[in-house]
């Protein structure tokens, strides 16, 4: 199974690309975390918010695999621990789909975005900048399965 964080934005700040990259490293190789970044549309002056969240949604539905399963970062989502987190990352590995983390632009997602969501995922009442996201994600992934492998990174 593959994990893909599917995030709005490119030419992050370096602390983000080390700080994702330092947890993305980690992951074995039956499970690897990869990110594809989707460009976000000009937000001009007199931009057309809309269009352009849809338009930045096809793009990041368009990346997502066949069959696989999508999971979107939303603010209003569910709140999942470490330990369920962990159980979550083991039934999708035993269901052997893809996971796509689909992580919005400054707008948040597109509406086509949420509905293809099986899994709402919340990482705090907070809103985050969508840079810090992939950080957060990215090590909360690797602790989750640092966790079903009993591997000392995570302890009680
Ligand atoms: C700056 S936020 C977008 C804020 C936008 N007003 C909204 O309501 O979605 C950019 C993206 O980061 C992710 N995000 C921000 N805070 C989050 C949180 N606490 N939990 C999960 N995802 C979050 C979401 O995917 C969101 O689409």
């Not at 549309?41 to 066949?66: F, Q, T, W």
Request: include cysteine; charged fraction near 25%; aromatic fraction near 8%.
């Amino acid at each position: 199974m593959k994990l893909m964080l599917i995030a709005v934005g490119t030419k992050m700040p370096a602390w983000v690309t080390t700080g994702f990259e330092e947890y993305a490293r980690r992951f074995p190789r039956d499970m690897p975390l990869e990110l594809v970044e989707i460009a976000a549309g000009k937000r001009g002056k007199n931009a057309d918010i809309k269009r352009i969240l849809d338009l930045e949604g096809e793009k990041m539905l368009a990346a997502v695999p066949k069959g696989a399963r999508i999971i979107t970062l939303e603010v209003e989502g569910g709140y999942w621990s470490s330990p369920q987190l962990s159980q979550k990352l083991v039934q999708w590995q035993l269901d052997g789909r893809d996971v796509c983390l689909l992580v919005g632009g400054p707008e948040g997602l597109a509406p086509a975005c949420i509905a293809a969501s099986e899994g709402k995922w919340s990482l705090s009442a907070l809103t985050l900048p969508h840079p810090l996201v992939r950080v957060v994600l990215a090590e909360s992934l690797y602790r989750a399965w640092s966790i079903s492998t009993n591997h000392p990174y995570h302890r009680e």
